[in-house]
């Protein structure tokens, strides 16, 4: 085994790791910006949430290119079990990849969840204020008063 190609790998996963943990940090910002009801901001959180994927991606893939030299199937056993072998420091590394690669799921279930309910709940209050001005249509379009003698209550009735 190549000194240079554990090194490489090492330094993938480091970057991997660290790639990992500011994505978690930037899921659990936006889990705190939906239960305060802060949402203006995500949109800004959803345009980086892209750009860290698109990099994580990036670096397993890379991860995942190292280890192809020495492994000829890639799974979560083989890793493990190569990195015990060839790289203590590595097989670290990657054990809390793996856990915080399960934390992350969890948290994006999460808000996904949050974002579930705070739509249905817009859906909602959207359906009662269409349906309020459908049925208090008193203004036309051209803002003129719609409303019209003997066609229901009178306005100021209880």
Do not use: C
Not at 6 to 26: D, P, Q, S, Y
Not at 77 to 93: D, F, M, P, Q, Y
Not at 137 to 154: A, C, E, H, K
Request: proline share 1%.
């Amino acid at each position: 085994m190549n000194q240079n190609h554990i090194t490489k790998l090492l330094g993938a996963l480091t970057a991997e790791l660290a790639a990992l943990r500011k994505f978690v940090h930037l899921l659990e910002q936006e889990q705190g910006l939906l239960l305060e009801n802060n949402t203006d901001q995500l949109l800004e959180f959803s345009e980086q949430k892209t750009t860290q994927a698109i990099s994580l991606n990036e670096l397993a893939e890379s991860r995942r290119s190292l280890l192809r030299e020495n492994i000829q199937e890639i799974t979560v056993e083989t890793i493990r079990a190569w990195l015990k072998t060839h790289s203590t420091e590595g097989l670290e590394i990657w054990q809390e990849i793996r856990t915080l690669a399960e934390s992350t799921q969890k948290i994006n279930h999460t808000n996904g969840e949050l974002i579930q309910m705070k739509l249905r709940h817009n859906q909602k209050s959207l359906a009662v204020l269409s349906n309020a001005v459908n049925k208090a249509n008193l203004y036309g379009p051209d803002g003129q008063t719609n409303f019209s003698p003997g066609s229901g209550r009178s306005l100021g009735s209880g």
